[in-house]
């Protein structure tokens, strides 16, 4: 056995354990395809006795009763379908939802460094459409072959038990049947993916189209993308047609070879009969179950080709499930804090071997407020991320009020920081559910109230439907300086014992810059504040400034302080001046 099979093997092994979970609905579908194979292996047998020993011998009067006992076994027939086909989805939809319901609490639990080489769509498409592929093939399809196998397997033994010779004849064509089904079977299911594949292209092309809109039209690249859709879509267009050639061959195919069994059947058959070896009766019975291969053995077939596919999608969602990068809920749970933070002698590295923080040591007191400022790349956002838990110093430690960040639940913790992004993300719904979801337990009384009370209540009466706008319009609506007007609202309505700002007011405008300068100014209030300042005009409002150059803290203190002594800070805003 190659390594290959065996880590095959032992993906279908744990998927099938893990959706063995939902025995009652299978159960009901093992009895379904049971029930289903055996009744349609009745009509056949009923009908010929009817026909060697009721209407050959012309025994009319008594036919009542086999046309009755014929009518069930086509009811049964019916129901059992009916039944192996509702419950097959109702117990594929929950393995899927299961599969699902996992994946995504796994993405919400996992820490950041999960999300840094899987991309949004590559994510989106692993819960969508390798959960997906995964129903249809491994569920609907292995369920079906099974169904199918013991269809096959049925036939054959009911041929058998009814005469052995005319069953060789009769399965004769099932070698051509089972070569139709894998050659051209194969190339309509792979053309079918294609199309998939391409319909997956074009949807990004256009996406593409949309999101890069402002880039295309600044270059005038609209040619380019006009060529690179009309592209895609001319080869989604050949996949298609490679789809309808091969299923213009396939199907009459299965049907002509099908038909070759049947004529086999009553070529040899009325000979036998002719013989007097076998009746009228058995000969119809037998056209009827040679009739019956072609489903079977291209379900068989398609199951084998398919599998391929479905354990690639298989291993992307363990991949996805087992991926180690999960952060711990453990830790004290805390109700407030004082708002005293320490780093002491943190080294911190994202990528092993490169410092990003090193031996930063930081005290803030309880209710200061603290700027922290430097250039591009010095290490600003990241003291921030590390306040908040996204990850945990490398080296050396963080403490709150004086306990060592490690030993508090993330979670709590994080209940009680409020931390203001550089760039606001609105979820969808409206903008009164955007500041609303910070906090549960808050009324719209009270978002109204925070918003007043930050001076953003106003703005957003503006909007055209006010706290009703949704965030989508809003989105498009809102300069960055207005969303994050949004951001600190949330913060505030959280009523944190810890602010963490990572202003954008170098991108706003001076009458915006302003009004978010004075909500900032107002959620800092009576808080322990860390400011991570772009504009260094801020930090006129602030107990500390603290100077981070290469991961290292280089200079602190008041800021009249830090201006006259000519060093770091100093060059940092005698430089910012002079560019405004
Ligand atoms: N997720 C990450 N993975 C790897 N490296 C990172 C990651 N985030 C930041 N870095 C690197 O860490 C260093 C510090 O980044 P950080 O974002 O803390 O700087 P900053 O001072 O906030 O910069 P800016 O003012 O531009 O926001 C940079 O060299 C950056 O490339």
Same mark, same amino acid.
């Given at each position: 056995?190659?390594?290959?099979?065996?880590?095959?093997?032992?993906?279908?092994? $744990?998927?099938?354990?893990?959706? /063995?979970?939902? $025995?009652?609905?299978?159960?009901?579908?093992?009895?379904?395809?049971?029930g289903s194979?055996l009744a349609t292996l009745l009509s056949p047998y009923i009908l010929s006795i009817v026909i060697d020993r009721y209407i050959?011998?012309?025994r009319y009067g008594e036919l009542g009763l086999m046309a009755l006992l014929y009518f069930l076994s086509l009811v049964a027939q019916w129901f059992f379908v009916t039944l192996?086909?509702?419950?097959?989805?109702?117990?594929?939809?929950?393995?899927?939802?299961?599969?699902?319901?996992?994946?995504?609490? #796994?993405? !919400?639990?996992?820490?950041?460094?999960?999300?840094?080489?899987?991309?949004?769509?590559? !994510?989106?498409?692993?819960?969508?459409?390798?959960?997906?592929?995964?129903?249809?093939?491994?569920?609907?399809?292995?369920?079906?072959? /099974?169904?199918?196998?013991?269809?096959?397997?049925?036939?054959?033994?009911?041929?058998?038990?009814?005469?052995? =010779?005319?069953?060789?004849?009769?399965?004769?064509?099932?070698?051509?049947?089972?070569?139709?089904?894998?050659?051209?079977?194969? #190339?309509?299911?792979?053309? *079918?993916?294609?199309?998939?594949?391409?319909?997956?292209?074009? @949807?990004?092309?256009?996406?593409?189209?949309?999101?890069?809109?402002?880039?295309?039209?600044?270059?005038?690249?609209?040619? =380019?993308?006009?060529?690179?859709?009309?592209?895609?879509?001319?080869?989604?267009?050949?996949?298609?047609?490679?789809?309808?050639? *091969?299923?213009?061959?396939?199907?009459?195919?299965?049907?002509?070879?099908?038909?070759?069994?049947?004529? !086999? +059947?009553? %070529?040899?058959? %009325?000979?036998?009969?002719?013989?007097?070896?076998?009746?009228?009766g058995?000969?119809v019975a037998?056209?009827q179950?040679?009739?019956r291969?072609?489903?079977?053995?291209?379900?068989?077939?398609?199951? *084998?080709?398919? &599998?391929?596919?479905?354990?690639?999608? &298989?291993?992307?969602?363990?991949?996805?499930?087992?991926?180690?990068?999960?952060?711990?809920?453990?830790?004290?749970?805390?109700?407030?804090?004082?708002?005293?933070?320490?780093?002491?002698?943190?080294?911190?590295?994202?990528?092993?071997?490169?410092?990003?923080?090193? %031996?930063?040591?930081?005290?803030?007191?309880?209710?200061? #407020?603290?700027?922290?400022?430097?250039?591009?790349?010095?290490?600003?956002?990241?003291?921030?991320?590390?306040?908040?838990?996204?990850?945990?110093?490398?080296?050396?430690?963080?403490?709150?009020?004086? $306990?060592?960040?490690?030993?508090?639940?993330?979670?709590?913790?994080?209940?009680?920081?409020?931390?203001?992004?550089?760039?606001? *993300? /609105?979820?969808?719904?409206?903008?009164?559910?955007?500041? &609303?979801?910070?906090?549960?337990?808050?009324?719209?009384?009270?978002?109204?109230?925070?918003?007043?009370? /930050?001076?953003?209540?106003?703005?957003?009466? #503006?909007?055209?439907?006010?706290?009703?706008? @949704?965030?989508?319009?809003?989105?498009?609506?809102?300069?960055?300086?207005?969303?994050?007007?949004?951001?600190?609202?949330?913060?505030?309505?959280?009523?944190?014992?810890?602010?963490?700002?990572?202003?954008?007011?170098?991108?706003?405008?001076?009458?915006?810059?302003?009004?978010?300068?004075?909500?900032?100014?107002?959620?800092?209030?009576?808080?322990?504040? +860390?400011?991570?300042?772009?504009?260094?005009?801020?930090? $006129?409002?602030?107990?500390?400034?603290?100077?981070?150059?290469?991961?290292?803290?280089?200079?602190?203190?008041?800021?009249?302080?830090?201006?006259?002594?000519?060093?770091?800070?100093?060059?940092?805003?005698?430089?910012?001046?002079?560019?405004?």
């Open positions: 056995m190659t390594n290959n099979t065996k880590s095959s093997l032992s993906l279908l092994r $744990r998927f099938i354990g893990e959706a /063995l979970s939902e $025995r009652r609905t299978l159960l009901i579908v093992v009895i379904s395809i049971v194979a050959i011998p012309g192996q086909t509702f419950y097959t989805e109702v117990f594929g939809q929950k393995v899927l939802r299961n599969l699902r319901d996992r994946l995504h609490e #796994k993405i !919400l639990a996992s820490n950041l460094d999960f999300f840094k080489e899987k991309s949004t769509g590559d !994510l989106v498409s692993r819960i969508i459409n390798d959960t997906s592929v995964v129903n249809d093939v491994l569920v609907s399809g292995l369920l079906g072959g /099974l169904g199918s196998l013991l269809s096959l397997g049925g036939i054959i033994v009911a041929m058998l038990l009814l005469d052995v =010779k005319l069953t060789l004849v009769a399965l004769a064509s099932v070698p051509l049947m089972v070569f139709v089904a894998l050659y051209f079977g194969t #190339k309509m299911r792979r053309a *079918y993916r294609e199309t998939r594949r391409k319909i997956a292209k074009i @949807s990004s092309v256009v996406e593409e189209s949309v999101a890069g809109i402002e880039t295309i039209k600044a270059f005038g690249t609209e040619e =380019k993308a006009e060529k690179e859709f009309s592209r895609v879509s001319m080869e989604t267009i050949k996949a298609y047609l490679r789809v309808a050639v *091969y299923m213009g061959f396939f199907w009459p195919l299965m049907n002509i070879t099908s038909l070759l069994s049947v004529i !086999l +059947v009553i %070529g040899y058959g %009325g000979y036998l009969e002719y013989t007097g070896e076998v009746s009228i058995i000969v037998f056209i179950y040679a009739q291969f072609r489903g079977p053995i291209n379900n068989v077939v398609s199951m *084998y080709d398919s &599998l391929q596919s479905a354990l690639a999608a &298989l291993e992307r969602i363990y991949e996805v499930l087992d991926d180690e990068n999960v952060e711990d809920t453990a830790g004290v749970e805390v109700e407030r804090l004082r708002g005293e933070v320490e780093f002491r002698d943190v080294w911190f590295e994202y990528e092993e071997g490169r410092p990003v923080l090193r %031996g930063v040591n930081l005290h803030i007191r309880p209710g200061s #407020k603290v700027a922290i400022v430097g250039r591009t790349g010095a290490g600003k956002t990241t003291i921030a991320n590390l306040i908040m838990r996204f990850y945990d110093p490398t080296e050396g430690s963080i403490l709150y009020d004086g $306990r060592d960040g490690r030993g508090i639940s993330r979670k709590s913790l994080r209940k009680r920081i409020g931390y203001v992004p550089q760039e606001t *993300y /609105l979820f969808p719904g409206t903008v009164m559910e955007n500041v &609303l979801m910070a906090n549960p337990e808050a009324t719209e009384e009270d978002v109204v109230r925070v918003c007043k009370r /930050l001076g953003v209540h106003d703005f957003i009466m #503006k909007l055209p439907k006010g706290y009703e706008t @949704s965030a989508g319009e809003a989105g498009k609506l809102l300069s960055v300086g207005e969303r994050q007007l949004i951001s600190l609202a949330r913060a505030l309505l959280k009523d944190p014992d810890i602010v963490i700002l990572d202003e954008a007011l170098s991108s706003v405008d001076p009458k915006t810059e302003r009004l978010v300068q004075d909500a900032m100014l107002r959620l800092m209030e009576g808080r322990t504040s +860390v400011i991570i300042a772009h504009r260094l005009s801020i930090t $006129r409002f602030v107990d500390e400034v603290v100077v981070v150059e290469n991961g290292e803290v280089v200079e602190r203190g008041p800021i009249d302080a830090l201006l006259a002594n000519g060093g770091h800070f100093y060059r940092l805003y005698a430089s910012q001046m002079q560019g405004d």
